[in-house]
C-alpha cells in the first residue's frame, strides 16, 4: 500500500485536492487490496476549511497529528498562495515531510509554499503559467520551466496549474503500475489520455497580450496561420507596422518572449499536434511546421522537451491507443 498526503489550508484551490484524490481513487478499483493508495489529507487544524470556491473541506489529520513520512507528499495550491505570507505550520511541516518521504512535490501554486521551504533551489520545476515569472523571480535558485505540465527531478514533482495535477497524478500511477493502468483510470475520469509531461501548457498562447487587436496579436496570428515559413524580426515587425527594433522591444513587453522564442514555440505546438494526430512522416512534419528539416526539429525536440519527435509520437500513442 502506497501512502500519500496532500496539505491544504484555508483558500485551497478545490481541484487541486480533488484531482489527484480521484486519481488515486480510481486506480484502487483497479488494484488489489494491498496496493491501494491511501490518501491522508492534511491541514494546520481540524473541522471545516474553506477551499477559494467556498467549498468545505475537512482535514483527515493537522500538521502536528500525522506521521512525517509518507512514500509521496504533494501541497495543493491556492489562488492566494503566490502573494500570501508563508504559512509557518504548513512550512514546517513540508520541511520534514519532505526529508523523510519518498516523493513530494506540488500542485500548481503550491510550488510557493515549497519555494518558503527551501525545496526548490537548485530544482528544475513548473507551475501554472500565470505565475511562472513570479515563482522564478521569488525564488531565484529555482529552475522555472514556463510551459511544463509537470515535471520530475529526482524525488521532487510539480504541476502546472489545476487540472494539470490530474496529468502529474496519472503519471504517477503509471510510474507505480504501468501506462495501462493510469490509461484506464484517465478512461473512468473521461479525460483524453494522459498529456505528457513535455505537452504545453497553452503554448504558442502562453505568451498571448491582452488586447487582440494590438500588432503583436495581429503578429502571433500571422505566424500562426503561415507557420510553413520563415521569418525575420525585420518581417514580422512589417506585419505589425513598426520598426523593427521597436517591435522587438514591444513583443518582449506584452508576451515576455522574444519574437523568435514565440516561433519556436509556435512551430513546436504545431508539429505536436501532427505527430499525435497523423502518420505523417517526420520530414514532412518538419517541412509542413516551418522547422526545414527533421533534424532541426529533432535537435529543437531534445531542447525542448528532451525527447525526439518519434520518441513523443510513440508515447503519445501507448497512452492514446
Not at 37 to 54: D, F, K, W
Not at 104 to 124: E, K, Q
Not at 166 to 184: F, K, Q
Amino acid at each position: 500500500m502506497r501512502s500519500v498526503a496532500i496539505a491544504i489550508f484555508p483558500g485551497v484551490q478545490a481541484l487541486d485536492v480533488a484531482g489527484p484524490l480521484d486519481v488515486f481513487s480510481e486506480a484502487n478499483g483497479f488494484l488489489p487490496a494491498g496496493e491501494h493508495y491511501a490518501v491522508t489529507v492534511v491541514g494546520p487544524e481540524r473541522g471545516v476549511l474553506r477551499a477559494s470556491n467556498g467549498l468545505a473541506i475537512v482535514a483527515d489529520s493537522t500538521f502536528d497529528e500525522v506521521p512525517q513520512r509518507f512514500d509521496l507528499v504533494l501541497v495543493a495550491g491556492g489562488p492566494a498562495l503566490p502573494v500570501a505570507q508563508p504559512d509557518a505550520r504548513l512550512t514546517a511541516w513540508i520541511v520534514q515531510a519532505a526529508a523523510r518521504s519518498a516523493l513530494y512535490g506540488s500542485v500548481c501554486t503550491g510550488a510557493f509554499a515549497l519555494g518558503h521551504a527551501g525545496l526548490l533551489d537548485g530544482r528544475r520545476v513548473t507551475t501554472h503559467w500565470q505565475h511562472a515569472r513570479q515563482l522564478a523571480d521569488q525564488f531565484p535558485r529555482a529552475q522555472v520551466d514556463f510551459d511544463r505540465i509537470y515535471l520530475r527531478d529526482d524525488r521532487l514533482v510539480t504541476s502546472a496549474g489545476v487540472t494539470a495535477g490530474i496529468d502529474l497524478s496519472l503519471a504517477l500511477v503509471a510510474e507505480d503500475h504501468g501506462p495501462r493502468l493510469a490509461l484506464a483510470v484517465a478512461k473512468r475520469l473521461v479525460v483524453f489520455a494522459q498529456r505528457q509531461g513535455g505537452q504545453s501548457q497553452f503554448s504558442p498562447y502562453l505568451t498571448a497580450p491582452t488586447d487582440d487587436a494590438s500588432p503583436v496579436a495581429k503578429v502571433q496570428r500571422h505566424v500562426m496561420e503561415h507557420i510553413r515559413e520563415r521569418f525575420t524580426v525585420r518581417e514580422l515587425a512589417d506585419v505589425a507596422g513598426m520598426s523593427a527594433r521597436n517591435f522587438a522591444r514591444v513583443f518582449v513587453e506584452e508576451t515576455g518572449v522574444t519574437p523568435h522564442e514565440f516561433v519556436e514555440r509556435a512551430r513546436m505546438d504545431a508539429a505536436r499536434k501532427l505527430l499525435e494526430s497523423s502518420d505523417g512522416v517526420l520530414k514532412a512534419v518538419a517541412y509542413d511546421c516551418g522547422f526545414g528539416t527533421a533534424d532541426r526539429m529533432r535537435a529543437i525536440f531534445m531542447k525542448r522537451i528532451g525527447a525526439t519527435p518519434m520518441q513523443y509520437r510513440e508515447r503519445f500513442r501507448s497512452l492514446a491507443g
